[in-house]
């Protein structure tokens, strides 16, 4: 028996081999996964049935390459099915994603969002607290707004038929993805879950919104949204990263209704750039909701982004109906809410 013989009986290939060589064979060998394929490779993944060095290696030449509509929506369905995420119909009407933190501004969609709940629509939210210590996380912001994060998935639905509202982080209904999002400080990039846990919509609601920070992810999210079926979703350029409406620039939002693609530009809010803050403070955003301070920015960032929002849940027929119908929510507000 020959030495070569010998490694070949001793050492059968890992059946994860052949993903890793599809996607790193060369500038003309490799390709990139079917649908089908990154199904199957994200169940091993979720299933623990790949080495650590084969998924450094995945993460990596997914991101060297970054993904297809086809490949995130086949991690999507591996990453439901594995995460157990059978939605209760009807128990969350907007499905919002808030994974990147904000670093420039407050997050001031958080009383976009809020400003729906207190108009009869319910929000789900899910994210996870990132490594910076620059950023501030929605988990970590909730508390100045005298809202409990929730602790589990009961928890969770028990927010969302009482309140309206609800924010449970990754960590406590697909643990695995986010010890994968915990890799990136060894790393030193994201992966391909920073990208598809934005689209789990773990409740299974009809309208799901996210946030994105690299334009060219924008049509990505949209078209893995057509063929995951989403009734109706839509992805934005959000300030910071997050889906939270800049007021000083236009927005592009790129949606998806019942399997038709649709790309709608808003327009700015300003015609002149405001100058970010020198600090953030959180407690602004309380402030701010009860008329006590004063902010153009963050009063057109909330209307902003909660107009973009009543329009792709159909409670509006036009931009302006938006603006304005959310333009009426903010004015008509329970200032006391915080209180």
């Given amino acids: 028996m020959t030495f070569s013989h010998h490694l070949q009986t001793s050492h059968p290939e890992h059946p994860f081999a052949e993903t890793i060589r599809i996607l790193g064979k060369g500038k003309k060998g490799s390709r990139a996964?079917?649908?089908?394929?990154?199904?199957?490779a994200m169940l091993m993944?979720?299933?623990?049935?790949?080495?650590?060095?084969?998924?450094?290696?995945?993460?990596m030449l997914m991101r060297m390459k970054e993904e297809t509509p086809e490949e995130l929506a086949g991690f999507v369905l591996a990453a439901r099915e594995s995460c157990?995420?059978?939605g209760d119909s009807g128990l969350v009407d907007l499905d919002w994603a808030t994974y990147a933190g904000k670093?420039?501004?407050?997050?001031?969609?958080?009383?976009?969002?809020?400003?729906?709940?207190?108009?009869?629509?319910?929000?789900?939210?899910?994210?996870?607290?990132?490594?910076s210590a620059s950023r501030l996380y929605t988990q970590n912001m909730l508390g100045y707004l005298g809202l409990e994060v929730a602790t589990s998935v009961d928890?969770?639905?028990?927010?969302?038929?009482?309140?309206?509202f609800s924010y449970l982080s990754l960590e406590k209904f697909c643990p695995k993805l986010h010890e994968i999002i915990e890799l990136r400080p060894i790393l030193g990039l994201r992966s391909p879950v920073h990208t598809l846990v934005k689209l789990l919509n773990p409740f299974d609601a009809q309208?799901?919104?996210?946030?994105?920070?690299?334009?060219?992810y924008r049509s990505v999210h949209q078209q893995a949204a057509a063929l995951l079926k989403q009734p109706h979703a839509a992805a934005l350029k959000g300030e910071g990263g997050e889906t939270e409406r800049n007021p000083d620039m236009e927005c592009l939002v790129q949606s998806v209704h019942n399997g038709e693609l649709i790309d709608e530009t808003w327009p700015a809010l300003f015609s002149h750039r405001h100058v970010r803050p020198e600090s953030l403070e959180p407690e602004q955003l309380a402030l701010v909701w009860q008329g006590k301070s004063q902010d153009e920015f963050a009063e057109a960032s909330v209307i902003g982004t909660a107009a973009v929002a009543l329009k792709l849940l159909g409670k509006a027929d036009s931009q302006e109906q938006a603006q304005q119908l959310a333009t009426d929510f903010w004015l008509q507000r329970d200032r006391h809410r915080f209180g």
């Fill in 103 to 131: 670093r420039r501004h407050l997050p001031w969609f958080l009383l976009a969002a809020l400003l729906l709940v207190e108009n009869g629509i319910k929000v789900f939210m899910h994210g996870s607290p990132g490594p």
């Fill in 45 to 59: 993944i979720l299933a623990d049935k790949v080495l650590p060095a084969q998924l450094g290696a995945f993460l």
């Fill in 207 to 216: 309208y799901s919104i996210q946030g994105i920070f690299h334009p060219s």
């Fill in 155 to 164: 928890q969770a639905k028990t927010q969302l038929s009482g309140q309206h």
């Fill in 33 to 40: 996964l079917t649908q089908d394929e990154a199904y199957r």
């Fill in 84 to 86: 157990q995420l059978a």
